[in-house]
């Protein structure tokens, strides 16, 4: 390695071996956590793997809906009246200086800083971009896709380009289904349809369909920190619910923040 740039990053991705060569073993710690109607969320720890819902004591929790957990931004959340016992698994660096301990911890150190790298790198795209976040801003060009949860793409049901088809969310794979482009009113293009909130209608669960493009405010979107937010009654793109999945339904839902509500384009 000669070029002295990439030395000083080979350095700085090695930091983390240097300051906690230590093997890593599992801990589990508890956390009563509970929404007195509106969003109240928890700071977790670092080395957050895992948030399970131990035992439900208020409300009604329902996972990516009124409750749920976010490891980039390591906040566990609960929402609507939802309270509860949560358990958090968490590793940790063990007293093991062997060998094999150490070379165990510097796996996951080595991994972690790379990963928080990218995650880095994702976070700042859409904090200090100011341009418009579609993927096309405008009415020509092939458009692109839509991700949500950085995994599956927006899609057009069984590709029928016509009023009324549902969409969902799909494999990412390229086709005309899938590439999407905003126009100059907010209103999501695909071909000559828009997305459009089914019916008009303002409740949580509302399907998300194609239709003749109108300028209607059920056709119109803005883009805030990663998610799509319906003009129409300020409620966010999401999918049937809240598992993000091959073949889920397109619909609406008051936004939470949940990862089936976070879109890359």
Not at 5 to 12: D, E, F, I, V
Not at 45 to 67: H, I
Not at 92 to 111: I, K, R
Not at 182 to 192: L, S, T
Request: charged fraction near 25%.
């Amino acid at each position: 390695m000669k070029d002295p740039a990439l030395r000083k990053h080979a350095w700085l991705l090695c930091l983390p071996l240097l300051v906690n060569p230590l093997g890593a073993q599992a801990q589990d710690q508890l956390v009563d956590l509970r929404s007195n109607g509106s969003y109240t969320s928890y700071r977790l720890a670092d080395d957050t793997t895992q948030v399970d819902l131990v035992e439900q004591t208020q409300g009604a929790c329902r996972f990516n809906r009124t409750w749920g957990y976010d490891l980039t931004n390591r906040e566990l959340w609960t929402n609507g009246g939802c309270g509860g016992r949560f358990k958090v698994s968490r590793s940790y660096a063990s007293g093991n200086s062997n060998g094999s301990g150490s070379n165990a911890g510097a796996a996951v150190a080595a991994v972690a800083a790379i990963a928080g790298i990218a995650l880095l790198a994702n976070h700042n795209r859409h904090d200090d971009d100011r341009r418009p976040e579609y993927p096309d801003p405008g009415y020509g060009g092939r458009g692109g896709e839509i991700r949500v949860d950085g995994r599956l793409c927006l899609d057009v049901r069984g590709g029928k380009f016509q009023p009324g088809t549902s969409l969902q969310v799909y494999e990412c794979n390229g086709t005309a289904s899938q590439r999407f482009a905003v126009g100059r009113g907010g209103e999501i293009r695909v071909r000559d349809l828009c997305v459009d909130v089914d019916r008009g209608d303002p409740r949580d669960g509302a399907r998300v369909v194609l239709w003749s493009c109108s300028g209607s405010r059920s056709q119109s979107w803005t883009s805030r920190g990663g998610q799509i937010v319906s003009n129409l009654n300020g409620k966010c793109l999401d999918v049937e619910d809240g598992r993000v999945r091959q073949e889920a339904a397109a619909m609406v839902w008051s936004c939470n923040r949940s990862p089936s509500q976070r879109w890359w384009w």
